[in-house]
T-cell receptor
Framework: RKEVEQDPGPFNVPEGATVAFNCTYS??????FFWYRQDCRKEPKLLMS???SGNEDGRFTAQLNRASQYISLLIRDSKLSDSATYLC??????????FGTGTRLKVLA | ETGVTQTPRHLVMGMTNKKSLKCEQH?????MYWYKQSAKKPLELMFV???????ENNSVPSRFSPECPNSSHLFLHLHTLQPEDSALYLC??????????????FGQGTRLTVV
């Protein structure tokens, strides 16, 4: 089983749509969780950390389900500029940031 | 800009060449990382330095040799690479290793092509 698994997509959605991605992780000892965004041929950039109680940043909502070992990212009112690859990242409270392969999102006009 | 700078941005090298990748962070962080990103694969951790000491060498071939002269600078020395080493090499830094909710900040990467 992969340490961090994501559906690679692509998810093709119209502007204004709501889209959700899930990510599962295998190590129950994982402590920190993040969503990064990576544009084509660019470096990953932190989108948001994921907290146990769930957190929201504008149109983006992240949730953590420790019992089922998954995290989710919800994007409301999708914009063309949201088109990117979204990377799920898990940290076991060590130096190891474990990355998923990413989920590609295409927002269509 | 993220505060992590990598040079060069692009590099083409022959299999017999020796080159170095440079990373500099201006964030006052104590930990620095080298990652490799190949097409269709997740980022692979290569090396980790904490306070200039290597804490991880993730089964990386010896043709990749890291150097961390101080907490702000990290190098990756390359020699006798193979075409399959062509990838995006990303440097990252974080405040410390092992800190809860401590995110990593990435440089823009060096796109390496081995011919």
């Amino acid at each position: 089983r992969k340490e961090v698994e994501q559906d690679p997509g692509p998810f093709n959605v119209p502007e204004g749509a709501t889209v959700a991605f899930n990510c599962t992780y295998s190590n129950s000892a994982s402590q920190s969780f993040f969503w990064y965004r990576q544009d084509c041929r660019k470096e990953p950039k932190l989108l948001m950390s994921v907290y146990s109680s769930g957190n929201e940043d504008g149109r983006f909502t992240a949730q953590l389900n420790r019992a089922s070992q998954y995290i989710s990212l919800l994007i409301r009112d999708s914009k063309l500029s949201d088109s990117a690859t979204y990377l799920c990242v898990v940290n076991e409270r060590t130096y190891k940031y474990i990355f998923g392969t990413g989920t590609r999102l295409k927002v269509l006009a | 800009e993220t505060g992590v700078t990598q040079t060069p941005r692009h590099l083409v090298m022959g299999m017999t060449n020796k080159k170095s990748l440079k990373c500099e962070q201006h964030l006052g962080h104590n930990a620095m990382y080298w990652y490799k990103q190949s097409a269709k694969k997740p980022l692979e951790l290569m090396f980790v330095y904490s306070l200039e000491e290597r804490v991880e060498n993730n089964s990386v071939p010896s043709r990749f040799s890291p150097e961390c002269p101080n907490s702000s600078h990290l190098f990756l020395h390359l020699h006798t690479l193979q075409p399959e080493d062509s990838a995006l090499y990303l440097c990252a830094s974080s405040q410390d290793i092992g800190g809860r909710d401590t995110e990593a900040f990435f440089g823009q990467g060096t796109r390496l092509t081995v011919v």
